[in-house]
């Protein structure tokens, strides 16, 4: 009995987890299409704040750089285009 107990205490707090972690990536994603439509003519460049934003991410989400890269639309198609073409 007492297993079971602690095993649905795990479940539930893995599942809480991970809800926690999908709104740490929901707020770094925010924050990626806002300093793109920035509309700078360059590279879009980051402020103190979009650091400090990232520095607290990092302290919080151990995962946090799998949604630091940037890249246009344009990219990802093209990205689509060449897999279809392996496939």
Avoid: N
């Amino acid at each position: 009995m007492r297993e079971l107990i602690f095993s649905l205490l795990y479940s539930l707090s893995c599942g809480l987890r991970s809800r926690a972690r999908l709104h740490l990536e929901i707020i770094a994603l925010r924050h990626q299409l806002a300093v793109l439509e920035r509309k700078l003519p360059t590279r879009p460049k980051l402020s103190w704040a979009d650091r400090w934003l990232w520095v607290a991410l990092s302290r919080l989400w151990s995962d946090w750089r799998s949604s630091l890269v940037i890249v246009k639309p344009g990219t990802v198609v093209g990205w689509h285009r060449k897999g279809f073409r392996l496939y």
